[in-house]
């Protein structure tokens, strides 16, 4: 079992920068591979960012690619997404997930075991 708990969320301005973080509990983070997700109101869930259990591997959506960057520190069990340049489009609730399989990472909701609660990233124009 894994409990994932965000923070970081907020407001800020077009081209500003926020750093979200996702805690994790439990004795096993290590072994999973963790993703960034985030939805806007009417919209599905869609992929941000992923990452492997070591955190040699990462993968990107194409609308944050060069701007967002994913790391993990398993000895924190923590994964951060560091998100710069940000545009209004990027407003959304960001929620961190972990995927238990044996998965390198995913890009898919549906791989994901356990989810966070979410933070709120508000870009204004």
């Known amino acids: 079992q894994v409990q994932l708990v965000e923070s970081g969320g907020g407001l800020v301005q077009a081209g500003g920068s926020l750093r979200l973080s996702c805690a994790a509990s439990?004795?096993?983070?290590?072994?999973?591979?963790m993703g960034w997700f985030r939805q806007a109101p009417e919209k599905e869930r869609e992929f941000v960012a992923a990452?492997?259990?070591?955190?040699?591997?990462?993968s990107f959506a194409n609308s944050v690619k060069g701007r967002f960057g994913i790391s993990r520190d398993n000895v924190k069990n923590t994964v951060y997404l560091q998100m710069n340049s940000l545009k209004p489009e990027d407003t959304a609730v960001y929620y961190c997930?972990?995927?238990?399989?044996?998965?390198?990472?995913?890009?898919?909701?549906?791989?994901?075991?356990?989810w966070g609660q979410g933070t709120q990233v508000t870009v204004s124009s």
């Open positions: 439990g004795r096993t983070f290590s072994s999973y591979s």
């Open positions: 990452i492997s259990w070591k955190g040699a591997a990462t």
């Open positions: 997930a972990a995927a238990g399989s044996a998965l390198s990472y995913s890009t898919k909701v549906y791989d994901y075991d356990y």
